[in-house]
């Protein structure tokens, strides 16, 4: 009756050296961390049950520090070699201040404005960066690594990206591509898509760029009402999100670069991937929640669960985890899969039947109030605009030679039949 993750998102910290509108964690400068001795004992338990791939979230993850250990996050990261970590990251700890100084020393002469925002970034980093891992360029320190792949946030080209992330974001991003690029580290992207970025970052030239600049593979996350002052006015319309669809679907036949699509790549995941079903959160305060997007907690990964002898299987088969994975079976429509924002009545539902507490201030907005209001509606919407789509997909009309997209949905739901079956067999939900 076990059947484990994935893999797991780890936020080591809350800290965050930006402030930017919206952000989903609600990251701020507070020094609320995982300890170094707590990271490496959840490393540990999560080979032993067969995870190896982790991904690390924030705050800014580079800039994680164990005043008592005296330990960075490259030190949990050579700790664990065998296994693999993607980074979502701001990418201001990835620059290369020569670099920088040598292609904006002449602007900022010149009194552009972005140019010295930009250094004034850049220097400031390099020297938090000689603080934390003894030299200001950490990207030869990751190529020797070969274990990381950094995925760095940006908004859209650099009106929109400065727009939310602070002046000068845009070039500090480019600085960090090329220094990455120059020393043979993976790296990706990872886009917020909003109302008001929609119809940039689904151009053909926004890809194009990326490319060029080296991006591998890349996410689109949409933008969700929570955290620091949500604003429902700027969740993409379910017609922007049919567009992104689509957007993804043609780059990834016509461009060199893997992009995943968390929402709207629910056909090919067998649907809603929360609750442990393929991963899992544990944020900076320890606690436990079934998705980054759902912070409701079942509870503080050391004080609930390593202190009472538990372990991360004892996490995965949490009765409120085993009960999600029950209710995702009842969501038919797999191109609007999400238990948050297509079918907002499993997360209420749970949250009441197991008395989850809000882990971010406010976050009961999602599920109680204006929020879960706005929710309703939306989750309405996407289903009606999605479900022609859904049907095709079922009835094999989008299947290629190489891939039957209607047998992948057609296994996915079988496994995820057996495994609620044998999990009920041998726990009570």
């Not at 993607?86 to 040598?102: C, I, W």
């Not at 003894?134 to 030869?140: F, L």
């Not at 020797?144 to 929109?160: D, K, T």
């Not at 120059?182 to 760029?209: C, K, P, Q, W």
């Amino acid at each position: 009756g076990f059947e484990a993750p994935w893999f797991i998102v780890i936020s080591p910290l809350k800290y965050c050296d930006l402030h930017c509108p919206g952000c989903y964690a609600n990251a701020d400068r507070s020094e609320t961390y995982l300890s170094y001795d707590l990271l490496k004992k959840i490393a540990s338990d999560a080979k032993k049950i067969g995870i190896k791939f982790v991904t690390i979230s924030g705050g800014e993850p580079f800039i994680y520090w164990d005043k008592k250990k005296k330990k960075n996050l490259l030190d949990f990261f050579e700790a664990n070699s065998d296994m693999y970590f993607q980074v979502y990251t701001n990418g201001t700890s990835l620059v290369d201040k020569d670099l920088a100084e040598e292609e904006l020393g002449e602007r900022e002469k010149n009194n552009d404005k972005k140019a010295i925002a930009c250094l004034k970034r850049i220097r400031k980093v390099a020297k938090r960066n000689k603080k934390l891992y003894g030299r200001e360029n950490i990207a030869p320190l990751l190529a020797e690594l070969g274990n990381v792949a950094p995925a760095i946030s940006q908004e859209g080209f650099e009106e929109e990206t400065d727009s939310r992330r602070g002046e000068g974001m845009y070039l500090l991003i480019q600085n960090a591509r090329k220094n990455l690029t120059s020393h043979g580290v993976l790296h990706g992207f990872s886009i917020t898509y909003t109302r008001e970025n929609a119809d940039i970052v689904t151009r053909e030239d926004f890809m194009d760029e990326l490319i060029r600049e080296n991006a591998s593979f890349g996410w689109y996350f949409l933008y969700i009402p929570k955290g620091r002052s949500p604003d429902i006015r700027i969740v993409a319309t379910p017609e922007q999100r049919m567009r992104l669809r689509e957007f993804v679907w043609e780059m990834r036949n016509k461009k060199p670069v893997f992009i995943g699509d968390f929402w709207n790549d629910g056909p090919w995941v067998g649907g809603c991937i929360a609750g442990a079903r393929k991963y899992f959160h544990i944020r900076a305060d320890g606690k436990i929640t079934p998705c980054v997007f759902a912070d409701f907690s079942i509870g503080k990964i050391d004080e609930d669960f390593y202190q009472k002898g538990k372990t991360l299987k004892d996490v995965v088969q949490h009765p409120a985890f085993r009960y999600i994975r029950k209710r995702q079976l009842d969501i038919e429509n797999k191109c609007a899969p999400c238990c948050i924002i297509d079918n907002p009545e499993i997360l209420r539902d749970v949250v009441e039947r197991f008395n989850l507490e809000p882990a971010l201030p406010g976050e009961e907005e999602v599920v109680k109030g204006k929020t879960a209001e706005f929710l309703d509606w939306y989750s309405e919407e996407v289903k009606k605009i999605s479900k022609d789509l859904w049907e095709k997909i079922k009835q094999g009309k989008l299947d290629t030679k190489n891939v039957k997209l209607s047998k992948v949905v057609e296994n996915y739901e079988r496994r995820n039949k057996d495994r609620v079956f044998y999990e009920t067999r041998v726990h009570s939900v």
